[in-house]
């Protein structure tokens, strides 16, 4: 897989936006709850990551109707697709000043090519402490 940044600075990837909330009062309060200063940017990556995955659930695993998209609505309803969630691990991850973007990945809904695909979202997150980019969610 070849990585095609759309930014060479990191700090784009620290950026808040309409839908990388982490001002928001429910992002602010998980991530006191989640991190303190002690820990490093690898503890920080691996407890946001395991939130998420294990205690925000995939819309279509649970089959909600609902919509989410901006961080702070993943978080107030715990659901969101692949997309949402992504958003809320980015804006955890931002509030604690590791740089944070996204990866899409084509994958087949059926057997073969010819019958469609769909769009996978996950996060790409640069770890200080490593020198390294690694892939999560």
């Known amino acids: 897989m070849e990585l095609i940044p759309e930014s ?3 700090l784009d990837y620290l950026e808040e936006s309409e839908v990388i909330d982490f001002s928001h009062p429910l992002i ?3 991530r006191n709850e989640l991190f303190h200063e002690g820990q490093s940017d690898i503890d920080k990556a691996k407890i946001a990551f395991e939130f998420v995955r294990d205690e925000i659930s995939h819309s279509w695993d649970i089959q909600s109707t609902r919509v ?4 702070s609505e993943v978080l107030k309803y715990k659901e969101g ?4 969630k992504a ?32 769009l996978h979202a996950l996060n790409r997150v640069f770890l200080r402490s490593i020198h ?4 999560f969610v």
């Open 87 to 118: 958003n809320l691990l980015a804006a955890l991850l931002r509030s604690q000043r590791i740089p944070t973007g996204f990866c899409y990945q084509r994958l087949m809904i059926f057997d073969t090519p010819d019958k469609g695909y769909s």
């Open 68 to 71: 989410t998209c901006k961080a």
């Open 8 to 10: 060479a600075h990191l």
């Open 81 to 84: 697709i692949c997309y949402a």
């Open 132 to 135: 390294s980019i690694g892939g």
């Open 28 to 30: 602010q309060k998980k």
